[in-house]
């Protein structure tokens, strides 16, 4: 170490996702101290030991990896929640929103204790329905909403860019846009923002017509990806593991970097309160700014449609 303060970083929940992380965590040399935080003793423990066995061999820097607990937090510069309740099943549809009310209820337990502790850091939280899971953290931490970030839409953009890079052959780096909106059934392309090579994608190798493309497709395609990896495989956690470690990396190392996090809007397409995946620049301070992009009439008419269900769902669980 070199004399300034460790940076720690505390996971909460240690299942799929949380373990991915850690583990992306010591991989990508991101943080000086990874703690962890799950209800279930073992089985934290056993993630912890196992990645203690992965350090020897990583050209990372030191790290200490160990179980966390909420005393733990007060030292914490970035929460992460990951935490799913045990009670929290799909409906048929495995619709996110089907997760809502146990994940809300245990999303209060887990922001209530961490701020108990005098918490007073930056908070990632991946657990869904995340654009609501999200509210509720910034609700019941009463921190600027600047610190409260949601995975918003980092996932389905990711999805957009592999997607489009398979089909037009472009390094997936190339390809510039965002998805936005819920994460879930109604995210959508901002098709008009998107680039490749800095071309408009609606110019892009249009004169080909084995590059033609449809967007309604796409935006399909792009929602069903996170169904294509959940029934092969049973669960969700690299893609994801990934994207919370460069958003804690771009707060830790102030990267002024824009991302389509979940932010709390406040008036941006004439919504406000709720969260919602949109662009917005992550730096030391978390959020310090969205960077809304101009929308057609129909994006924007699929934004405010997000907006609307996201509100009407949070009204759900307002007072559980
Ligand atoms: N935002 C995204 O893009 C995205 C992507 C993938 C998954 N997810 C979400 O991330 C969450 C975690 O997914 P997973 O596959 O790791 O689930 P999981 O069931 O494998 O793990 C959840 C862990 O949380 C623990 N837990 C439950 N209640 C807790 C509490 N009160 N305190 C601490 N730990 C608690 C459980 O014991 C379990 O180990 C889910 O809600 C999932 O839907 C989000």
């Known amino acids: ?7 720690r970083i505390i996971i909460i929940g240690a299942g799929h996702v949380g373990a991915a992380t850690a583990h992306a965590l010591v991989t990508r040399d991101v943080g000086d101290e990874i703690g962890l935080i799950d209800i279930l003793a073992d089985k934290v423990l056993g993630e912890v030991l196992d990645l ?49 009310a146990h994940n809300a209820k245990m999303a209060r337990s887990i922001t209530k204790q961490v701020m ?35 995975a918003g839409t980092m996932l389905e953009t990711a ?27 109604s ?7 998107v680039t490749v090579g800095g071309i408009p994608i609606k110019e892009y190798g249009l004169a080909d017509a084995k590059t033609a493309l449809d967007f309604e497709t796409l935006n399909q395609k792009i929602r069903d990806a996170a169904y294509d990896v959940y029934y092969s495989k049973g669960e969700t956690s690299i893609g994801i593991a990934n994207i919370l470690v460069r958003l804690a990396k771009a707060v830790l190392r102030d990267e002024h970097a824009v991302f389509p996090i979940g932010a709390r809007l406040t008036g941006e397409y004439g919504l406000k309160n709720l969260y919602l995946g949109i662009p917005a620049v992550i730096n030391r301070q978390g959020i310090r700014e969205t ?10 008419e699929k934004m405010q449609h997000c907006g609307e269900l996201m509100e009407k769902h949070y009204q759900g669980v307002v007072n559980l």
């Open 116 to 150: 108990e502790a005098g918490f007073d850091g930056i908070f990632i939280v991946a657990t869904n329905p995340v654009d609501i899971i999200a509210r509720i953290v910034y609700e019941e931490s009463r921190l600027p909403a600047s610190r409260v970030i949601g």
């Open 1 to 7: 170490m070199n004399g300034k303060k460790p940076e």
């Open 187 to 193: 995210a959508f392309g901002a098709w008009s923002g």
């Open 291 to 300: 960077v809304p992009p101009k929308l057609t009439s129909d994006e924007l």
């Open 52 to 100: 203690q066995h992965a350090l020897p061999y990583l050209e990372a820097s030191p790290k200490r990896i160990f179980v966390a607990d909420y005393g733990d937090v007060k030292e914490a510069d970035i929460v992460i929640v990951a935490a799913h309740s045990p009670d929290a099943v799909f409906n048929e549809t495995a619709d996110r929103l089907s997760l809502l």
């Open 159 to 185: 999805r957009l860019k592999s997607i489009l890079s398979e089909k037009l052959a472009v390094a997936p780096a190339s390809i510039n846009g965002f998805v936005m909106g819920e994460h879930g059934f």
